[in-house]
């Protein structure tokens, strides 16, 4: 897989990578997934996302009623639980990724290219899951959700 950065016409990174622990993006997609609704006339809205940046990844689960956002850190307990190689955000089917992340062991190495495809690794498991442009899923849900105050903040 290629390692370049691309920017989309939003003038968006559309490269992200990370490396995280298991358990923890595990806990975090699992508390997230709570707040998301497989049933929406929009398919992006059963989706959850995720943003890389310097400091975390965040993970945002939403049924536009509620927002659930869990951030995990860096370092826990003065334990290394992320390395963020390349910031960016993507939305991924939240049935796929729960049931995916729940399965792999140890650290999970999540990447996107600039066809909004993620591929995780982990050990001798890897696997795609085709994914939305983040941007088309802050449209649909932030606005609503913020004014009516139904958003919950987590930090691991």
Same mark, same amino acid.
């Given at each position: ?10 003038? /968006? $990174?559309? =490269?992200? @990578?990370?490396i ?11 508390? *997230?997934? !709570? ?45 290394? /639980? $992320?390395? =963020?190689k @390349? ?13 995916? *992340?729940r !399965? ?23 696997t ?29």
């Open positions: 897989m290629s390692n370049c950065i691309t920017i989309n016409y939003f003038g /968006v $990174l559309q =490269v992200m @990578e990370f995280v622990d298991s358990e923890c993006f595990n806990r975090a997609i699992a508390d *997230v997934n !709570k707040a998301v609704s497989q049933k929406t006339p929009f398919p992006i809205l059963s989706g959850i996302k995720i943003i890389a940046n310097k400091e975390s990844v965040i993970v945002i689960g939403s049924n536009a009623d509620i927002i659930i956002e869990k951030v995990i850190p860096l370092e826990m307990d003065g334990i290394n /639980v $992320l390395e =963020v @390349e910031i960016g955000s993507v939305v991924l089917s939240a049935k796929y990724l729960s049931e995916l *992340v !399965k792999l062991p140890d650290k999970i190495h999540l990447t996107v290219n600039e066809k909004q495809i993620a591929t995780l690794k982990a050990e001798e498991v890897i795609t899951i085709n994914g939305f442009q983040s941007e088309e899923w802050t449209e649909l849900t932030s606005k609503e959700i913020y004014e009516k105050g139904n958003y919950i903040e987590h930090y691991q």
